[in-house]
């Protein structure tokens, strides 16, 4: 039994303990706003915040986070940090299919929690480990700069 | 857990070894979670203290051994040569897992972290069951992919020393800014005192089985101001020109010879040499 927080909630996992987190949000836990893209840590699509860090789900077994914090876009949803960034990708449409939107919004959660007036540089590289194949990087930046400076008081 | 142990001591993490030397130690899993292979018992480290810890003592900055690269790049102790190369390993999601101790123990010449601890002469600090010993890290790479680490030992520490590392040379080549693997990766130390070269430590990696390095190489500018060093340059590119033996891969040799040699020159010229 692997018992570890996620969501906010305590939860437990009989699966054993070398197996890729990824597999175990998705399929024991229904989290589907993890994406499988490339498994070995390049897309950043699995994306998740583990302790309060930005991890690529497919690189972490199980055991890895027994005892630990793990938070999943559905769990962010519900705060208003999403909410800002939510608003701010929508206003300069920085989505197009979405299956990287997940992990960008994770991540651009964790550069913001770093620094809440990040420059365009440390934007670009806290979003390095996360792939579009849509090519919408510059939209992607341009909403993170705007939930930082909309975003005032919340990061 | 099933196929897994989580230990929360290093007493309890060595017992555990010793009992079952088939356990693989996992640090951050960057390396071991590229070829999962299902069967495998992981024995997790990353929640053990003493292996978390950057400290210093009179001649060594001491790092645990899973301290991750964001916790080096965090840390006020660790070397900027070390931070310099570890803030260009892959991006901050695998940096915020990946660890010292994995990239070492991993055994690739491609390890950017241990390409510094080589060039560096840090030790390693092992530990079982039995007891602990203390190994340069030169000692520890055997061949590719071959360690010197016994199947119920633990890296648990990293000791670099703490003067002569303050004026460095470090480049890292890849097909890409973000999340590129070292095709030709360098580091160098040129510790000058007074009119005199004191230290010069140079290692070359992901270009041979193990990373490259040559002391007694590096020891003909030793002891040298910087106008003689000048005039035994000819001599120290030629030695080196025999000493890198590129093996030939999806990069060619002749490329990565090409490179090591252009950044050895960089490096000295950069150094008035």
């Known amino acids: ?155 | 857990m099933v196929n897994g142990y989580q230990a929360a001591s290093l007493p309890a993490a060595l017992a555990i070894l010793g009992r079952d030397t088939t356990i693989v130690p996992y640090g951050g899993g960057t390396d071991l979670m590229i070829e999962a292979d299902e069967n495998a018992t992981y024995l997790f480290l990353s929640k053990i203290p003493e292996l978390k810890k950057i400290s210093e003592d009179a001649g060594y900055i001491r790092l645990g051994a899973a301290c991750t690269f964001t916790e080096i790049l965090e840390s006020e102790l660790a070397p900027p040569l070390l931070k310099t190369a570890v803030s260009q390993i892959a991006a901050p999601a695998i940096r915020n897992l990946g660890t010292i101790g994995g990239n070492i123990c991993n055994g690739s010449p491609k390890a950017d972290s241990a390409l510094i601890f080589v060039a560096t002469d840090a030790k390693l600090r092992l530990v079982s069951h039995r007891g602990e010993r203390v190994l340069p890290i030169a000692e520890f790479y055997l061949g590719r992919k071959q360690t010197a680490l016994a199947a119920d030992e633990l890296l648990a520490e990293v000791l670099m020393k703490k003067d002569g590392l303050g004026n460095y040379y470090y480049k890292k080549v890849g097909a890409r800014e973000a999340l590129a693997i070292s095709r030709v990766s360098f580091a160098a130390v040129l510790d000058v005192a007074g009119d005199k070269i004191a230290g010069c430590m140079t290692a070359f990696g992901a270009v041979s089985d193990v990373i490259i390095k040559r002391p007694e190489l590096d020891a003909m500018l030793i002891g040298k101001t910087l106008a003689e060093a000048r005039t035994a340059k000819a001599a120290y590119l030629a030695a080196y020109d025999q000493a890198i033996v590129p093996i030939e891969g999806r990069i060619s040799a002749a490329y990565r010879k090409a490179v090591c040699m252009n950044l050895l020159r960089d490096f000295l010229a950069s150094n008035g040499i």
Not at chain 1, 30 to 41: F, I, P, Q, S
Not at chain 1, 50 to 70: E, K
Not at chain 1, 94 to 106: E, R, S, Y
Not at chain 1, 126 to 154: D, F, M, P, Q, S
């Open chain 1, 1 to 155: 039994m692997i018992q570890f927080i996620l969501n906010g909630q305590e939860v437990s996992s009989t699966a054993k303990a070398n197996v890729r987190l990824l597999d175990v949000l998705r399929q024991e836990f229904a989290l589907t706003g993890v994406k499988c893209g490339c498994r070995e840590g390049e897309c950043g699509a699995c994306s998740v915040i583990l302790d309060g860090r930005l991890v690529n789900s497919c690189m972490v077994a199980l055991g890895h986070v027994a005892g630990s914090t793990v938070m999943t876009i559905e769990g962010y949803r519900a705060t208003a940090r999403f909410a800002a960034l939510d608003k701010a990708y929508a206003a300069v449409s920085a989505v197009q299919c979405g299956f990287c939107i997940p992990g960008m919004l994770l991540a651009s959660e964790c550069i913001l929690a770093r620094n809440p007036r990040p420059a365009e540089a440390e934007i670009r590289a806290g979003i390095a480990g996360n792939l579009c194949r849509c090519t919408g990087y510059h939209a992607i930046v341009e909403a993170i700069g705007i939930a930082a400076r909309e975003g005032k008081g919340l990061w």
